[in-house]
């Protein structure tokens, strides 16, 4: 797998699941908590920690950006 995506196979999932909770946190203002479960993720702290190290921001920030974004859009 490594070959394929340059990534280990763990991070594949990983990416995808972090992928669809910043889809999901940009279209639904659940608690963080269920949108870790949502898409995968034991809890909040497992998606946080996956989140930063993957986006560098946490999920909270993310959140907090993307949503600002769009109320100064409208």
């Known amino acids: 797998m ?3 995506t340059g990534l280990p196979p763990h991070q594949c999932p990983l990416r ?3 992928k669809a909770a910043k889809q999901l946190m940009s279209v639904r ?3 963080l908590s269920e949108n870790a479960i949502s898409v995968g993720f034991a809890n909040q702290s497992h998606l946080t ?3 930063s190290a993957q986006v ?3 999920p909270a920030t993310w959140r907090r950006e993307v949503l600002g974004v769009r109320d100064n859009e409208t």
Do not use: E, G, I, T
């Open 56 to 58: 560098s921001v946490s």
């Open 16 to 18: 995808q699941r972090v």
């Open 29 to 31: 203002d659940l608690p």
């Open 49 to 51: 920690k996956a989140f």
């Open 2 to 4: 490594r070959v394929s």
